[in-house]
C-alpha cells in the first residue's frame, strides 16, 4: 500500500522529469531566458568551436552547416542523444579525440547559437578581399 510520503516522492520525481523535458524541447535558448551565453563555457569549449568553425567554412561548408544547425536547434537534445547512442561505432570507425567534449557542447543551444554566429563570422572575413 501507497504511503503519502511515496505518493509526495512520486510526484516530485515526475514533476521534476516533466520541467527537465521542458527546457530540452523548449523553443528558447539561454539568451531569451536573460542568462549570459558565454557563461560556463571553458576555454576548451571555446578552442573546440573555433575547431569546428574553422573545419566547416574551410571546406566550404558555410551554408549547409547553418541550415542544419538553425534546423536542428529545437532537436539538439534528441541529437545529442544520438550522438551518444552512435559514440561506439563512430569511435570504432574515427579516430575523434574530442567526440564526447563535442556531445556536451552541442547540448547547450547557445552553444549552437555561438558556433553559428563563429560560421558567419569567418565566412564574412574570408569574402572580404585583403588590404595591404
Known amino acids: 500500500m501507497l504511503v503519502k510520503r511515496d ?3 512520486m ?3 515526475f514533476l521534476s ?3 527537465h523535458l521542458k527546457d530540452h524541447f523548449s523553443a528558447r ?4 531566458m536573460g542568462t549570459d551565453a558565454n557563461k560556463g563555457r571553458s576555454s576548451g569549449e571555446e578552442i573546440l568551436l573555433d575547431r569546428i568553425a574553422h573545419k566547416i567554412v574551410d571546406r566550404g561548408l558555410s551554408v549547409p552547416a547553418v541550415i542544419f544547425l538553425e534546423s536542428t536547434k529545437p532537436l539538439n537534445s534528441v541529437g545529442c542523444q544520438a550522438l551518444n547512442f552512435l559514440e561506439p561505432l ?3 570507425l574515427f579516430n ?3 567526440y564526447n567534449e563535442f556531445i556536451q557542447l552541442m547540448e ?3 552553444n549552437i547559437e555561438e558556433l553559428i ?3 558567419e563570422t569567418l565566412e564574412e572575413e574570408r569574402k572580404q578581399p585583403k588590404r595591404g
Open 17 to 19: 522529469s516533466a520541467l
Open 117 to 119: 554566429c563563429r560560421i
Open 11 to 13: 510526484a516530485e520525481s
Open 96 to 98: 575523434i579525440k574530442n
Open 29 to 32: 535558448t539561454e539568451g531569451d
Open 108 to 110: 547547450n543551444r547557445s
Open 90 to 92: 563512430v569511435q570504432s
Open 7 to 9: 505518493l509526495l516522492r
